[in-house]
């Protein structure tokens, strides 16, 4: 197994000079650097992280991972970079956002849980921004997108996907528009049959970082590696 962490964006709506991976949580440790010791502490060592915006600050700090580039980062959204990390790759994927600050027992639950593919969910009410999910008649995931009705919840950012259905999902990130979340992607393989199942996190902390305010609850929550 393999874990892709999507860090190649500029951050526009937190309005850093610098990624926003690399914010630094109260005790220390920044996102991304919470993100990579999370994943070895529990037994993953193959991690590639996508960059694009001000990549060699990222690189410089982590240089012991793999590297994929998005060269159109500014230009695209998370669907090409994601095609950029597994668009050659033959085996599970865990990933992730890199701006999603979390409890390492989601991670553990995840792992946990690799015989079908996963999306971990929060289920709370959500705004218009937060990408949401709905569940079909078998408990699978239904809709995932920030324009679900009814939502059941929010997708979190952290995802896992089998390698047999690698191929059927690059297919379909290739198919998303430039400005799409892999969300998107997500989308037309459940439409083809492809079944994701959800992870309910809500006992767990996690917060995806989007917003000042959403920072300044991560550093409110998050003060201790933990």
């Not at 095609?83 to 946990?112: P, S, T």
């Not at 191929?167 to 979340?181: I, M, V």
Request: hydrophobic residues 40%; proline residues 3%.
């Amino acid at each position: 197994m393999k874990a892709v962490i999507l860090a190649a964006g500029i951050g526009s709506r937190l309005s850093r000079p610098f990624p926003k991976s690399l914010s630094v949580l109260p005790y220390g440790e920044t996102i991304l650097g919470r993100q990579l010791r999370i994943l070895r502490e529990l037994g993953v060592n193959e991690i590639i992280i996508v960059v694009g915006f001000k990549m060699t600050l990222i690189m410089e700090q982590f240089p012991e991972v793999y590297y994929r580039y998005n060269p159109n980062y500014y230009i695209t959204n998370t669907s090409k970079s994601l095609l950029c990390a597994i668009g050659d790759l033959d085996d599970d994927i865990l990933w992730m956002n890199g701006d999603v600050v979390f409890d390492k027992a989601i991670l553990k639950e995840v792992l946990d849980s690799r015989q079908d593919n996963l999306i971990c969910v929060d289920t709370k009410n959500c705004g218009e921004e937060e990408v949401k999910y709905n569940l079909g008649s078998e408990g699978y995931v239904s809709e995932i997108s920030k324009e679900v009705v009814d939502a059941k919840g929010e997708a979190v950012g952290i995802n896992f996907i089998r390698r047999q259905d690698i191929p059927t999902f690059c297919k379909a990130l290739g198919e998303c528009d430039d400005n799409d979340y892999f969300e998107k992607g997500m989308e037309f393989i459940i439409e083809r049959g492809v079944r994701f199942k959800p992870v309910d996190i809500s006992v767990h902390d996690c917060i995806e970082v989007d917003f000042e305010e959403d920072w300044i609850s991560a550093q409110k929550t998050f003060k201790t590696a933990g």
